[in-house]
T-cell receptor
């Protein structure tokens, strides 16, 4: 069964600090891996998408890495801001229409 | 350009009642999707429509029906609601963006449904 596991389930960080979220997957076949940000009460918004040949991609203060051999990905948030408080969801795509979603990591940034 | 819109935002039903969740997108996307999101779980695909005139089952289709009314609109119907269908429902649309080999999905704001 295709699975996407994220850790930690939640974390609290101080404003200005960095943090790293982890994602392990067993999805096959693999097409691409996506990270989404979901604010409370809103729909997910795409942060990055990486294909098999890409091992890092950045979007502002967000940097995602992918190791397709070990089936692991990480999302690093640099110099966190209060607006980074959200759930971050790892998603692995097998094809255009079938996405496997992780349960998400809830990040709380405190002043 | 509103993106993906969903109505209603909130709904409370009694067991056995029926209702239709509406979704529309103004990005001229070919593909549309319905997901449900439950606490502690990832989003799960209910149905999708790869293009106007086609619909296919996703991971959890039981208890739901869909209609791709036209290219813009994709509705989800609960014929006889059950407490297990209490969830947050998200509609999404997707298209291949210029120069990309994958399609980007854009999500609506969600409908929060409670079945008593």
């Amino acid at each position: 069964k295709n699975q996407v596991e994220q850790s930690p389930q939640s974390l609290i960080i101080l404003e200005g600090k960095n943090c790293t979220l982890q994602c392990n997957y067993t999805v096959s076949p693999f097409s691409n891996l996506r990270w989404y940000k979901q604010d409370t009460g809103r729909g997910p918004v795409s942060l990055t998408i990486m294909t098999f040949s890409e091992n890092t991609k950045s979007n502002g203060r967000y940097t995602a890495t992918l190791d397709a051999d070990t089936k692991q990905s990480s999302l690093h948030i640099t110099a966190s801001q209060l607006s980074d408080s959200a759930s971050y969801i790892c998603v692995v795509s097998s094809n255009d229409y079938k996405l496997s979603f992780g349960a998400g990591t809830t990040v709380t940034v405190r002043a | 350009n509103a993106g993906v819109t969903q109505t209603p935002k909130f709904q409370v039903l009694k067991t056995g009642q029926s209702m239709t969740l509406q979704c529309a997108q103004d990005m001229n996307h070919n593909s549309m999707y319905w997901y449900r999101q439950d606490p502690g779980m990832g989003l799960r695909l209910i149905y999708y429509s790869a293009s106007e005139g086609t619909t296919d089952k996703g991971e959890v289709p039981n208890g739901y029906n869909v209609s791709r009314l036209n290219k813009r609109e994709f509705s989800l119907r609960l014929e006889s609601a059950a407490p297990s269908q209490t969830s947050v429902y998200f509609c999404a649309s997707s298209e291949y963006l210029d120069g990309l080999s994958y399609n980007e999905q854009f999500f609506g704001p969600g409908t929060r449904l409670t079945v008593l």
